[in-house]
């Protein structure tokens, strides 16, 4: 269960930030829940298999630069989805903040009190992110880049390092989170239903299907050495396990941290590959870990809101069997929940410190929009 709190004014919120040691996390504020946490790209998908249920944001992406890429300078050009997101065009980066205050403002901002009484802030805790913006200069698709380039995996593999070496202790917890993840969608590490019998020779002694192993028994067991053989022999894919990254001779003598890194990597790139194999069945992608596009200063409003963006997982690919174009896309789960309540009275306080539409988008039309505001509001004091 995520844990929710419940604030109604901005004293009680900046006492939760500071006593729960949130400085550690990043924001994100909607004035209404939606769906959870989903990019512009995916909200209008509803799961079905029709294609027009849903953006192809690759095509809308590649129209777009065509008709601009005569105006815009190299750097727009190299970080063209942060250009699209800027401007309005849906692709599948969320939008978050380092600041905690801005966060609160777009909780409140816009507000429709006939949907709900609470807006929400999601927070995530920076550990679980992994910046991988060097990677998406080609503007690519880091899914399909993942599973295909033997040079991305090994990128994502160095930056799994970095990402856990200040946290070497959460490596087991963050392995068995994807194990949980194959269990919640009912699958073994090949792919297969977990729930389907075994097909047994009548030869097959009961004690040795007894001994068999499956991936949910590594759950909670701590034992890496023992789950980086089982990988090695059960991965289909062996470019997986036997390409460098993996691979290691005699690996009994390298560390759990170093063994466990590659687990997590393993486990990973299959669970993705196993979602690329089989597009028609829908797996739920909680991996635990998020990653995160940060191009420069490209714009103000990026600046003024303390912006950065999360990369959310996404795969259109048509099926094979019905020829319907299908959309897969990572799950992103907050580690906390902030409900907001007397969202137009913390707006007036926010503007008193100086979190309002001017500050926070800063172009001429926000700026009339924010005197209009200050103006509106003398007027009912």
Same mark, same amino acid.
């Given at each position: 269960m995520i844990k929710e709190y419940i604030i109604p004014n901005i004293s009680i919120y900046l006492d939760l930030i500071r006593t729960n040691d949130f400085h550690n996390y990043i924001f994100r504020g909607q004035n209404e829940a939606y769906n959870g946490i989903q990019a512009s790209g995916f909200r209008s998908y509803s799961g079905s298999a029709e294609a027009s249920k849903y953006y192809d944001i690759e095509e809308m992406k590649k129209q777009f630069y065509s008709k601009v890429v005569r105006k815009i300078s190299e750097e727009e050009k190299q970080y063209f989805l942060a250009f699209c997101q800027h401007h309005g065009l849906p692709t599948n980066l969320v939008d978050f903040t380092t600041s905690p205050l801005v966060a609160l403002f777009f909780a409140c901002y816009g507000k429709d009190q006939l949907t709900s009484n609470e807006a929400e802030i999601y927070l995530i805790n920076k550990k679980k992110l992994i910046d991988i913006t060097p990677l998406l200069l080609q503007n690519e698709n880091f899914f399909e880049l993942l599973i295909q380039t033997k040079d991305a995996q090994l990128k994502l593999f160095s930056n799994l390092r970095k990402m856990f070496a200040n946290q070497a202790h959460d490596l087991p917890n963050y392995i068995n989170k994807l194990i949980e993840c194959y269990e919640l969608n009912n699958i073994d590490i090949d792919g297969e239903e977990l729930t389907e019998s075994v097909d047994l020779d009548e030869e097959f002694l009961e004690d040795d299907y007894d001994n068999l192993k499956k991936l949910t028994d590594f759950k909670g067991k701590n034992d890496v050495i023992e789950l980086y053989y089982f990988l090695a022999n059960e991965i289909y894919d062996e470019n997986i396990t036997h390409g460098e990254v993996y691979h290691l001779n005699n690996a009994? $003598? $390298?560390?759990?941290?170093?063994? +466990?890194?590659? =687990?997590?990597?393993? &486990?990973?790139?299959? &669970?993705? *590959? #196993? *979602? $690329?194999?089989?597009? /028609?069945? @829908?797996?739920? #992608? /909680? #991996?635990? =870990?998020?990653?995160? $596009?940060? @191009? @420069? /200063? &490209?714009? /103000?409003?990026?600046?003024? *809101?303390? +912006?950065?963006?999360?990369?959310q997982l996404y795969l259109s690919k048509t099926d094979e069997h019905n020829k319907h174009r299908m959309l897969r896309f990572q799950s992103i789960q907050p580690d906390f929940i902030i409900k907001i309540q007397n969202h137009q009275a913390i707006l007036n306080e926010l503007n008193l410190l100086g979190i309002n539409i001017e500050s926070i988008y800063g172009d001429f039309d926000n700026i009339a929009k924010s005197i209009k505001f200050n103006q509106q509001y003398t007027l009912n004091s």
């Open positions: 009994e $003598y $390298y560390s759990n941290e170093e063994l +466990g890194i590659r =687990v997590f990597f393993a &486990l990973l790139i299959n &669970l993705l *590959q #196993l *979602q $690329y194999r089989n597009i /028609d069945k @829908p797996l739920k #992608l /909680d #991996l635990n =870990v998020y990653f995160t $596009y940060q @191009p @420069p /200063d &490209l714009f /103000d409003r990026i600046i003024n *809101q303390k +912006g950065m963006f999360i990369y």
